[in-house]
């Protein structure tokens, strides 16, 4: 018999990339252009570390017991997809417009996005055609002043809602074109 197949790993420290994609024409296929455009912002090394980020929580429902059945056994029921509270750096005495105030600016309560990452690359590798990505349609809401870290470590802040508000795009290439 052959030896199984066991997939090396893929490192995502310091090799992951977030942006915030203002539109795509279609969340399966992110065009170069749309991912690189002056519009899109690289959140990447905007964001703290504790961060949320997107999840997925599917639901396992009981199958219910007939008279005569000694086991049960489970359906799959509900998946929820859902956001997380941002947290990103906030420079609160630098100018508008500055790297400082950036994404507070492009973020005003109900901006609707698609936030979208790569993995397994460095964090600074431009993006091209053929790169694997996981894109979310979001909404944020309101940023609040909140600080990241304690103590000496504390660093000015905001805190932001944000929804997933449809169906992600996961493991998908990106496309060269317009």
């Not at 310091?14 to 749309?34: K, M």
């Not at 017991?65 to 956001?83: A, C």
């Not at 309560?109 to 894109?135: D, K, M, W």
Request: aromatic share 8%; net charge negative.
């Amino acid at each position: 018999m052959a030896e199984p197949y066991r997939p090396g790993a893929t490192k995502t420290y310091g090799r992951e990339n977030w942006v915030l994609i203002p539109s795509v024409n279609d969340i399966n296929a992110i065009t170069a252009t749309e991912w690189n455009a002056a519009s899109s912002i690289d959140v990447t090394r905007v964001l703290f570390a504790s961060t949320g980020k997107p999840s997925q929580a599917t639901n396992r429902v009981t199958a219910e017991r007939r008279l005569g059945d000694t086991k049960q056994y489970e359906f799959i029921g509900t998946s929820n997809v859902t956001g997380g509270d941002m947290l990103y750096a906030f420079a609160d005495q630098e100018a508008a417009a500055s790297d400082g105030k950036k994404l507070y600016e492009a973020l005003p309560e109900n901006t609707t996005s698609v936030l979208a990452q790569r993995r397994g690359i460095p964090r600074a590798t431009t993006a091209a055609a053929g790169q694997f990505y996981h894109a979310y349609p979001v909404e944020f809401g309101p940023s609040f002043p909140a600080d990241a870290g304690e103590g000496e470590s504390a660093e000015t802040a905001m805190s932001c809602a944000f929804a997933v508000t449809g169906e992600p795009a996961i493991n998908k290439a990106i496309v060269a074109g317009v």
